[in-house]
């Protein structure tokens, strides 16, 4: 039997979404595709019926772009814009913005501070494109000033960001968005739901015919060495710097930099994949542990959790 | 795969902070499938209530203002504002003060000398005090309604209009305006243009521009518009520095005559002869250059500008206004206030005429019109209240030194015949986010 690709409903189908679609697969699972936060998502649910598949998967890719738009560092009217154009002066964040800080504070306390959300102003200076351009020190030392989570004021629900800093939810919000888009088709829907977004995924439960298949891409290898895992439950995140380095004098410059210094964490692996009980978690203990640089798969035992590394 | 190990308090902590983040949010909203993205589109509620007083019994104001601002999603902005204000005091009538008494009749009157029927309210100037109308009294209400969109892609169109009313003057305006953000957002380049239609239709009649005050020769309703256009350009010129410059022209064209403004005409030893009312060009060009930085000096912020004025009756002006907002604390913060204002007299005015020169075509002693300095000097203080409010108080002293204020001619020897303006601010705003 040939998969049957469904038509989609125009009632329902996002209008500025033309990567919207909705396919029945032969092993009786409906996919969902669509594009957010410059990532494929898709969407897999446990169902037969096409149209209220399709509805369901439009209301998946609705929150993820409502979550893309509302925490986008790139958009000027997202919070976090508002946040960082603020100079200086307190700005009252809602419930869930107020989660998320709350929750990047927990994760920079827990890390001693190497897991910092105003961190991203050293893409100022490094480009992390493939190429050779390792900045100037001096560049980077001046960027310190402007860094560090306890230099900012948080008392929900207002932040004051000293003047010229920044935050971003890099690194937590694709995560969040996954773990909440599960949450809000599961609500809706009875069966195995599996939420896919670049590689960071979670699931409520596997379909009655078995786990779910999930490939996991490594870098550098192109789909050759791709990782072949069984989920049942819980969240899968990969942190990797696969097009995201520098080299130079053979040397390569990981994106995973160190707040402290400014500059790139040593030994960092290529790749870490960890499996926990939601996305987020998942994706938190992948990026504490590429922070860890070459002590990362030791730190991944300690925590006692599910992982695989390439180095 | 690894060995099963026991769970680290590391990762207790990191599951607890998972949790938190996403029960919490769980909670705090519960997306509906067929609702589009929702992002936060707070309303704002500005209300203020600004104080004016100034010194001298003169003039005093209470101005009630209340905008709403409702953000619709990408970027369409809807801003209403609606204000009321109430006007009262003496005001200057333009008359110089004289060691003899002065007797005037109140605009209302139907004549300058008591008739049987007709209603006439007289005041009496005490010698050597400015003539004021102590019967001044107004009552103002307007209301602006202004809407911003997005127009492609980096474009923002902007309309509205404004109508206000009051007993002897009506004025009806609209604009538009196109803005462009190009260089990735950090230069914008705007223009636009407005149109005012205006009707004044003064207390008993609006004078006969330049006629004798006793004669009391009073003419229908008088209009006037005002075209205007602004062209700006607004740089970021780096993470802490913002300058905007903007040139602005408008032509006024009517009835550009104070109504209730006359001039004492004096003798050849200074003595009032009579008085006239005020006659002004019917038309007037003015032009504006005003640059204005916003710099921030880690969480001080300088708000430092200064604006050139100039017009086709010769008023020129200069303006230096400086702020800064300094924090204290996270939840108040003090904004000081110094603006620094000189302008240079219109061509045609004069503090009184002179009977034995010839007489002018043009003419007025209205105190704005007079080559003068003022400062202002104050600060407000703002507050956090509550989740989305803010709360603030501005205190502020006008003080304005007009730069001719007396007379050599003997009988006008010891007076001061444009006093020094003194006014108070208050202003109490409160400004919440839905």
């Avoid at chain 1, 932040?159 to 920044?166: C, D, H, N, R, S």
């Avoid at chain 1, 896919?196 to 078995?210: E, V």
């Avoid at chain 2, 008359?95 to 008739?115: D, G, R, V, Y």
Wanted: contains cysteine; proline residues 6%; hydrophobic residues 40%.
């Amino acid at each position: 039997m040939r998969p049957a690709r469904a038509a989609v409903d125009a009632a329902w189908r996002p209008p500025h979404a033309p990567e919207f679609e909705v396919l029945a697969r032969e092993d009786g699972i409906i996919a969902v595709y669509f594009t957010a936060m410059a990532s494929p998502c898709e969407l897999l649910l446990e169902a037969t019926d096409v149209h209220a598949a399709g509805q369901l998967g439009s209301a998946a890719a609705q929150e993820a772009w409502r979550i893309e738009t509302k925490f986008s560092r790139y958009r000027p009217e997202s919070i976090v814009s508002v946040i960082n154009r603020s100079q200086g002066s307190a700005v009252a964040v809602d419930l869930e913005t107020a989660a998320l800080i709350d929750y990047a504070a927990r994760c920079h306390s827990l890390s001693q501070g190497r897991f910092d959300i105003t961190s991203g102003v050293l893409r100022r200076c490094w480009k992390f494109d493939g190429s050779d351009r390792v900045p100037n020190p001096d560049a980077v030392a001046a960027l310190l000033p402007l860094i560090g989570f306890e230099k900012v004021l948080w008392q929900a629900p207002l932040i004051t960001l000293p003047a010229g800093m920044e935050i971003d939810f890099g690194g937590i919000g694709k995560e969040y968005a996954v773990d909440r888009v599960l949450a809000l088709v599961a609500e809706q829907f009875a069966g195995a739901v599996l939420v896919n977004f670049g590689g960071d995924l979670a699931t409520n439960r596997a379909p009655a015919a078995g786990p779910w298949q999930v490939g996991v891409e490594r870098p550098d290898t192109e789909g050759q060495a791709r990782l072949l895992l069984e989920l049942r439950r819980g969240g899968l995140a990969t942190s990797g710097d696969t097009h995201r380095f520098l080299l130079r004098d053979g040397v390569r410059y990981s994106h995973i930099l160190d707040v402290r210094t400014g500059w790139p964490v040593p030994a960092v692996p290529r790749s870490v994949t960890v499996a926990a009980g939601s996305c987020v978690e998942a994706g938190i203990l992948a990026t504490f542990a590429m922070l860890q640089g070459s002590a990362a798969e030791s730190f991944l035992i300690e925590q006692g959790v599910q992982h695989w590394c390439l180095r | 795969m690894q060995l099963k190990r026991p769970v680290s308090q590391l990762h207790l902590g990191l599951m607890a902070a998972s949790c938190a983040l996403l029960s919490s949010t769980a909670r705090a909203q519960t997306a509906d499938a067929n609702q589009p993205p929702q992002i936060d589109q707070p309303l704002q509620i500005d209300a203020d209530l600004l104080y004016y007083k100034e010194n001298a019994g003169r003039v005093q104001t209470i101005e009630p203002i209340v905008s709403l601002k409702k953000d619709f999603g990408d970027q369409r902005v809807l801003d209403g504002t609606f204000t009321l204000d109430s006007l009262s005091g003496a005001t200057p009538n333009g008359a110089i003060p004289a060691h003899q008494p002065q007797t005037f009749a109140s605009p209302s009157s139907s004549s300058l000398t008591p008739k049987p029927g007709a209603k006439t309210t007289l005041y009496t100037i005490a010698p050597g005090d400015l003539p004021q109308d102590p019967h001044f009294k107004e009552r103002r209400v307007a209301g602006d309604l202004d809407w911003s969109q997005p127009l492609g892609l980096d474009n923002t169109l902007s309309y509205g209009g404004h109508l206000s009313t009051e007993h002897d003057f009506d004025s009806v305006a609209a604009h538009a305006g196109l803005s462009h953000d190009f260089n990735e957002k950090n230069t914008t380049l705007s223009a636009g243009v407005s149109e005012e239609y205006d009707r004044i239709h003064a207390h008993g009649g609006n004078p006969v521009p330049g006629s004798d005050y006793a004669l009391y020769e009073k003419e229908p309703n008088q209009t006037k518009t005002v075209a205007g256009g602004l062209i700006g350009v607004t740089q970021v010129l780096s993470r802490n520095w913002l300058t905007e410059l903007n040139y602005t022209y408008d032509r006024s064209q009517g009835y550009l005559t104070d109504p209730y403004r006359i001039l004492s005409v004096v003798d050849a030893t200074g003595l009032v002869a009579s008085y006239r009312y005020e006659n002004r060009p019917d038309t007037r060009a003015r032009q504006s250059l005003y640059w204005v930085n916003k710099v921030a000096l880690g969480s001080t912020v300088l708000d430092l500008s200064y604006r050139r004025g100039k017009d086709s009756w010769d008023v020129g002006s200069d303006t230096v206004d400086a702020r800064l907002r300094i924090d204290l604390g996270h939840r108040v913060y003090l904004e000081p206030h110094a603006r620094w204002y000189r302008q240079s007299a219109a061509d045609f005015y004069s503090l009184y005429l002179s009977e034995t020169g010839p007489a002018p075509v043009f003419m007025s002693a209205d105190p704005r019109l007079a080559a003068f300095s003022a400062t202002t000097f104050g600060a407000k203080l703002g507050m956090t209240a509550g989740r989305n409010g803010e709360f603030s108080l501005r205190l502020e002293q006008y003080q304005q030194r007009p730069t001719e204020q007396s007379s050599s001619l003997t009988a006008l020897q010891g007076l001061n015949l444009n006093p020094n303006l003194k006014a108070t601010i208050v202003q109490l705003s409160y400004h919440l986010e839905y």
